[in-house]
């Protein structure tokens, strides 16, 4: 008998993500495919993570976090997200909104299971259900706006779904889904029995004028939601690695077990950082946060009309999908590469977002970079004009 790897491992493939950080970083050029998010950290986080180390704040904490950071997410969840959670049993912090998604699907979730992703879906949502043996199900939805209708979803149930996975606003696709669809996903999932895991952490970057709903909050959901967010992306920490999720006490017991045997806690000192951001950063603050990030998707959008590369503008997040037709090469992959090559910007190829052949004239944009970056990435993308 031969050592190998297991079955699980042989579904797992590295992440288009950073094979085109990898790509990129060989021919030094500007990173536009990961979403490393460049910018800078507030000055409360900053501080607060310094003083916590300074305090001494750098051992275990609790399996399900500080209990200053839980208490901190309780309000928000109040005062922003309309769901009321309990920070001593409705709350487990983890690494980052990944490992959060990760413990919810090995607590919840058996081999078998099927969960429906909405494509364009996020690989690591993916690739997480592969890792614990879930088997993905998919309702495509359809640019511009990448709607779907209920009877989609009704096509992608069988007696093995469990769950259905929202990702609001959306990476790749920047769809902010509204009340009307989450409604209709409500009462999917209520009718059906079913889970529903929802990645919120991009809810502070909202464009023109929209709101963001938590689906745990509509009526009926609160015991059947987990929701799970983070500040990686608000507060421009992507490394390091906090995030939550909200669920009922039922379900978070074993979702926080679940973070203990994964991860212990999540690094004791940032904890605190982030605790400190949430508590003392103002509501303007969000409000700036979304504007800019406006300017930075319009700048990028019209960069990509002015080569010939017409975008689906984003509704949310800080991401964008743009066509690439008539770049040379056969697949999203080899146009990305060929994209890399003309002007030295990386980005994600389409394929890395389909479980089909719906990608291929597809690439994706990070415009979470400083301005300065941006600009220089748009005026290399408009000399293919």
């Known amino acids: 008998m031969s050592l190998s790897l297991s079955k699980r491992a042989e579904q797992i493939v590295q992440a288009e993500i950073r094979a085109m950080t990898i790509e990129c970083e060989r021919v030094g050029g500007i990173n536009l495919a990961q979403g490393v998010c460049d910018t800078e950290v507030p000055l409360p986080v900053r501080r607060g993570a310094q003083v916590a180390i300074d305090q001494g704040v750098n051992s275990y904490t609790r ?4 209990a200053e950071l839980r208490e901190a997410i309780a309000q928000k969840m109040h005062d922003y997200n ?9 709350i487990t912090v983890s690494a980052g909104s990944t490992g959060s998604f990760y413990c919810a699907c090995l607590a ?10 909405f494509e364009p879906y996020y690989g690591y949502h993916i690739n997480t259900l592969l890792a614990v043996e879930a088997i993905p199900a998919y309702v495509t939805m359809r640019p511009p706006d990448w709607t779907f209708t209920p009877g989609d979803m009704e096509k992608a149930i069988t007696p093995k779904t469990k769950g259905i996975m929202v990702n609001t606003p959306a990476n790749p696709s920047g769809k902010v889904f509204n009340r009307t669809e989450l409604e209709w996903i409500a009462d999917f999932a209520l009718r059906h029995d079913l889970f529903v895991f929802t990645d919120e952490i991009y809810e502070y970057f909202l464009y023109d004028g929209r709101d963001h709903i938590s689906p745990g909050s509509l009526p009926g959901m609160a015991d059947r939601t987990i929701t799970i967010s983070g500040f990686s992306k608000t507060f421009s920490i992507t490394g390091w690695r906090i995030g939550y999720s909200i669920s009922h006490a039922r379900w978070a017991q074993m979702i926080g077990y679940m973070n203990d045997l994964v991860y212990v806690c999540a690094p004791a000192p940032l904890q605190h950082g982030v605790a400190v951001g949430i508590r003392d950063l103002m509501p303007g603050f969000y409000r700036e946060l979304a504007a800019e990030y406006e300017r930075k998707r319009d700048r990028v959008c019209m960069a990509l009309q002015r080569a010939g590369l017409p975008p689906f503008v984003p509704q ?28 030295g910007v990386a980005s994600v190829p389409g394929e890395a977002f389909f479980h089909g052949a719906d990608g291929q004239s597809l690439v994706r944009f990070c415009f979470a970079k400083t301005d300065e970056e941006l600009e220089e990435a748009c005026r290399r993308i408009e000399r293919l004009a």
Request: net charge negative; charged share 25%; hydrophobic share 35%.
């Open 316 to 343: 949310g997040a800080y991401y964008v999908l743009a066509d690439v037709s008539r770049l040379s090469g056969k697949t999203s992959k080899e146009k990305a590469m060929h994209l890399l090559s003309q002007t």
């Open 108 to 117: 919840l979730l058996n081999p078998g299971d099927e969960v429906i992703l």
């Open 63 to 66: 399996f399900d976090g500080l």
């Open 82 to 90: 309309g769901i009321k959670a309990d920070p001593e049993t409705e």
